[in-house]
């Protein structure tokens, strides 16, 4: 009697991806370019489709794109665009002060939720007293509600310090109510 295993074989997946990496250095089987300002990132529209919404229905909706080989990106940056290539091709990304914001606007415009988790989790985690009215815009902007839960949290927590912010005046009014009801706020009184 025979007996049915499914085996699989331990970093195949990593040894594809470093191919994969591997022949877009050297341009090989690339079938499509991407252009941002001026900067050109030989790519493949699978891996780039399988990795992307935006990319997914740009090569699937009979746009002109799906038949160009060469493809300019306006609204991405050159430096964006190589950290979102970058981490479709490696799982990795390096992100700063520098181009957090141009690489948050170009995972949320390609639709890389993966990456645009990693953003997320990045500006959570820098997130402090002098910029948490900054990083509770930029999420209202991109309606990343987790990070605008982090803000607000941090908000509350340090309400008599933030409030004397500048910043602090560009609430929007249903936002500031929603704000100063909360349970959640912690207010100092003086005397």
């Known amino acids: 009697m025979s007996s049915s295993k499914l085996l699989s074989c331990d970093g195949y997946f990593d040894f594809i991806m470093d191919m994969l990496v591997k022949q877009r250095n050297n341009r090989r089987y690339c079938d499509v370019t991407l252009v941002a300002e001026g900067q050109k990132f030989p790519a493949h529209r699978a891996i780039l489709a399988a990795s992307s919404k935006y990319f997914d229905t740009m090569f699937n909706s009979q746009m002109k794109e799906e038949f160009e ?24 990304v390096l992100l700063s002060e520098e181009n957090i914001y141009e690489v948050l606007h ?68 249903v936002e500031m109510e929603n704000l100063i009801s909360s349970n959640e706020l912690m207010v100092t009184q003086y005397f």
Request: hydrophobic letters at 40%.
């Open 69 to 92: 080989r060469v493809i300019e990106i306006k609204e991405v940056t050159k430096v964006a665009m190589e950290q979102v290539i970058t981490f479709i091709y490696t799982n990795k």
């Open 106 to 173: 170009a995972a949320s415009l390609m639709q890389v939720q993966d990456l645009l988790a990693l953003v997320i989790q990045y500006l959570s985690d820098e997130i402090s007293l002098m910029n948490c009215l900054q990083y509770h815009q930029i999420g209202k902007l991109y309606s990343l509600n987790d990070l605008v839960s982090e803000c607000n949290r941090c908000i509350w927590d340090n309400f008599d310090q933030v409030s004397t912010q500048e910043k602090f005046l560009d609430i929007d009014e």
